[in-house]
């Protein structure tokens, strides 16, 4: 006989052999005890989690079919069960032929059943053709459609179906299920290796098989973590460890030491960076609750037991702002497309400064008291295509009420607020740089760019953007503001510096970066 994969060989045949979705199972089942059922059904969940087979199941159990395999149910083609691909024939003339041959009474079973999988693939035309079936159908007729974008499908559809949803299957019963299939199959795997494979199906039963009969077909009936971490480019659980020791004990010698040497085996970045991200997760349960909230991490026992003794050596403050610190990082590498830049960066903040802590972002805060002058802002707005001076006595403020924001107060934190908007958005707070903050009244906000600058306001002057930008600057300065964009008006005089050497002062910062296009 040829050879049948574990996917099919181990499909479930009945609802008691169905994993991870114990409560649509109960669902069903209970449906069916008391023959309190709809016309239509709906299983909607991410892939490889049992939506065709138990829509297989139902049918079966709906017309009392008896089968010994999945083989025999799936090949012998029952008339009375009808399996349709939605994103094959996801056509009107498909779903016409549907409605014709819906009136021809089943010829063994109960039920004439039609299964529809990938039923969001199904066009326009071919829903609506489908609707005056399903809302009346013959009473011999059951519909299953089986879906992973619920989302897609017309609401005439859903609101006609009763609707089960299957989850992600949890590591802990894809492993149990994967031991169970390694002692039928006299394949040896240990634990690490079985919880790689499960980590890799990210919830799916079937890709947990097809990955185990991958890793079975080339490993001589032993399967290792070290063929799963190879085959995904996973990091060892020895080199994870020993990467994060380095970086508790502030050692950036023996942190980028260790990335290199991960980098040469070969292992992808943007997957380490997001291995360090759950990593620290798994720091900060064990520190919170230790063995009371081990059950939250879906690991092996020899791994938590690593972790818990790890936790002890990092304080609580230190893990959430390294997972800040690594979360950064991820942002960053798909600025510069160089995640290992990124992540050397990360590695360089950890381990570098006191407590390892990154370096806290400048308050925005607007300070209530401050000693000495106050300072100045640049009273124009200068690029290579001429220069705006802006008269600061037709600046108006507002009102001196205790808790308001004066245009000087918005002047004075104008670098750190669009910092702060290009934190959410890049594009956006870099376009904002260019212009400055010119007059407020009220709660409305002119900010004003150059001649020849027509593109950053054009860019920002619309509704999501500004949106986006008073959110940041409500958040920050704690009142709403209206943002109005302009075109100053052209002047000869060229604008002074003195507000740029001022801000430096301030901030105690240095130039790193120019956004504007200076002279």
């Avoid at 360090?276 to 939250?296: C, N, P, S, W």
């Avoid at 100045?376 to 001196?400: E, Y």
């Avoid at 999501?464 to 300065?477: G, R």
């Amino acid at each position: 006989m040829s050879y049948v994969v574990l996917a099919r060989k181990y499909r479930p045949q009945s609802f008691d052999d169905v994993i991870g979705q114990e409560d649509v199972v109960s669902q069903l089942q209970g449906a069916l005890k008391s023959g309190r059922l709809g016309h239509a059904f709906l299983f909607c969940g991410p892939r490889g989690t049992g939506k065709t087979t138990c829509a297989r199941i139902l049918a079966k159990e709906l017309n009392k079919i008896k089968t010994t395999s999945s083989e025999t149910f799936a090949l012998d083609s029952n008339m009375d069960v009808i399996e349709i691909d939605g994103a094959s024939n996801r056509g009107i003339d498909e779903i016409r032929t549907l409605r014709e041959n819906v009136q021809f009474v089943p010829m063994s079973g109960a039920y004439k059943i039609y299964i529809i999988d990938e039923v969001h693939m199904l066009t326009e035309p071919a829903f609506n053709a489908l609707l005056k079936t399903l809302e009346e159908p013959p009473a011999h007729v059951k519909f299953i459609f089986a879906t992973t974008d619920p989302s897609k499908l017309p609401l005439t559809v859903t609101s006609r179906c009763q609707r089960f949803a299957f989850k992600r299957i949890s590591l802990e019963a894809i492993v149990k299920q994967l031991e169970s299939i390694c002692k039928q199959e006299k394949l040896k795997a240990d634990d690490e290796a079985l919880y790689a494979v499960a980590k890799a199906s990210q919830g799916s039963m079937r890709d947990a098989l097809s990955i185990l009969d991958q890793l079975s077909s080339t490993s001589s009936g032993i399967v290792s973590v070290k063929d799963v971490n190879s085959m995904f480019g996973f990091v060892e659980t020895e080199l994870l460890f020993s990467l994060t020791s380095a970086l508790i004990e502030k050692s950036s010698v023996k942190a980028l030491a260790t990335l290199e040497n991960i980098v040469n085996l070969g292992k992808d970045i943007k997957q380490l960076t997001q291995d360090l991200v759950e990593f620290y997760r798994h720091l900060m349960i064990m520190k919170a609750g230790g063995t009371d909230l081990q059950g939250l991490i879906d690991y092996s026992k020899s791994y938590k037991e690593m972790l818990f003794a790890q936790s002890a050596q990092i304080s609580m403050k230190d893990i959430l702002r390294t997972i800040d610190v690594f979360i950064a990082a991820q942002d960053t590498a798909r600025i510069t497309e160089s995640p290992r830049l990124a992540l050397e960066i990360a590695f360089a903040k950890i381990t570098s400064l006191g407590g390892n802590s990154p370096e806290p972002q400048p308050s925005l805060a607007i300070p209530q008291s401050a000693s000495g002058p106050k300072p100045t802002f640049p009273n124009g707005i200068n690029n290579k295509k001429g220069s705006v001076i802006i008269d600061p006595n037709s600046s108006p403020v507002v009102s001196s009420e205790k808790g308001c924001t004066t245009l000087e107060d918005i002047k004075r934190e104008w670098t750190a607020l669009t910092f702060a908007v290009s934190q959410q958005k890049m594009s956006v707070g870099t376009n904002l740089q260019e212009g400055i903050p010119l007059k407020l009244v009220g709660n409305k906000l002119t900010v004003a760019f150059a001649p020849g600058n027509e593109f950053f306001k054009e860019f920002l002057d619309k509704k999501e953007h500004l949106k986006l930008i008073e959110d940041v600057f409500l958040n920050h300065m704690k009142r709403a503001l209206v943002i109005d964009l302009t075109i100053a008006e052209r002047s000869e005089k060229t604008s002074s510096p003195q507000g740029l050497n001022d801000a430096l002062s301030i901030f105690q910062g240095k130039v790193v970066n120019e956004w504007h296009n200076g002279q």
